[in-house]
């Protein structure tokens, strides 16, 4: 625990806070800041090293630059940023999205830009520091994508807390030739549907019901009841719930309930008769469609998943192809893409047509398998 006048605290959400107090202006007030560890020792460090940069010197006033002919600089180290614009993630976003981009912070961020002090000239060895760390092989798209996101919001928040203006850091390119998303082929397809009408019990539903509306697993998990209209035959899509740290803690987690990912992600999809018919036979004790009094453990689907794709004897794979395959179906049916964009939850169509419309091999040989005859109509006009 903090010792008595270190101004060192252990928060209720777990995390250490330590005070200090620093030159705000160039009259020499001082105010009070605050830093943020997850143990006693690295608040402690983190509040030791801004005390030192804030005793190196105070900000330059901009008219004292001005005389100088330089820009103003703040004596504030890129750690100190970070942890107060988590605390503003903290009160203004999901906790889902608190989590996750203090973990971005912490795996990507802390050890490469924590020491670096702000500047109002272009932070260039922040920014050849995150490009060398984006560089790795092992990094996909979204994590490098997530990284640049993290670090231009700390840079944005500071020059908003602190008045300067931060220049904003470039963003590193994606990565070329993303890797084709997976889908079941029709032969697959035939061999899971007779597994899933063969004895079909709430799991193969389940199952099913993903490959008719492309749900999302979260959103499968947290169904409840009352998000039905058996007489309309339609579905509306609420909340979502995933797996999240627990407040203080690393490794211990909770299943969360939270509103979807996205406005957007608020949704209403008709239902066929068929499928109506097979949720109504599920109908039992419980507020959740498949978990009964709680929401269903999204690890309980894909390990349930693994076991139904073995019995048709197919190759196992991640849960959300079961969402890439219907929407790859659904252009296949010639279903036009807003209106598959707005079943699946999108902000915009071009997320659908890049993301989730992948052409399947069959697909590319019926396309192929036309040219004959328009060639053939070529060659007749021109006889």
Known sequence: MGRHGENIRKREDGRWEARYQRPDSPKGKRIYRSVYGSTYEEAKKKRDDA??????GPFHAPEQAGERGDKPCMQIVFSQAASEWL???AVKRKYSTYVKYRNVYRIHLEEILGPLRLSERPNQQIQEKIFDHLSGESLSDSIRKSVC??????????????????PVMKLPAA???????????????SRILDC??????KFKIAMLLCLYTGIRLGELCALKWS???????????????QRIAVKGYM???ILMETDPKSESAKRTIPLTEEM???????????EYVFGGKNPLEPRTMQYRLKGILKKAEVEGRNFHILRHTFATNCVESSMDIKTLSVILGHSDVKITLNRYVHPTLDSKRIQMGRLPDFYGRIRGHAA
């Open 51 to 56: 005390v030192r940069m804030a005793e190196e």
């Open 175 to 189: 990565k070329q030739g993303r890797r084709p998303v997976d889908t079941f082929s029709k032969a697959e397809q």
């Open 251 to 253: 490794t211990r987690t």
């Open 196 to 201: 899933i009408y063969n004895g079909p019990d």
């Open 87 to 89: 605390e503003e993630v």
């Open 227 to 241: 998000d039905f209209d058996f007489r309309d035959k339609t579905m509306t899509v609420n909340r979502t719930v």
């Open 276 to 286: 109506i018919t097979l949720l109504e036979g599920l109908r039992g004790e419980g």
């Open 149 to 166: 996101i993290v670090a231009r919001q700390i840079l944005e928040f500071a020059g908003r807390k602190y008045s300067a203006h931060i």
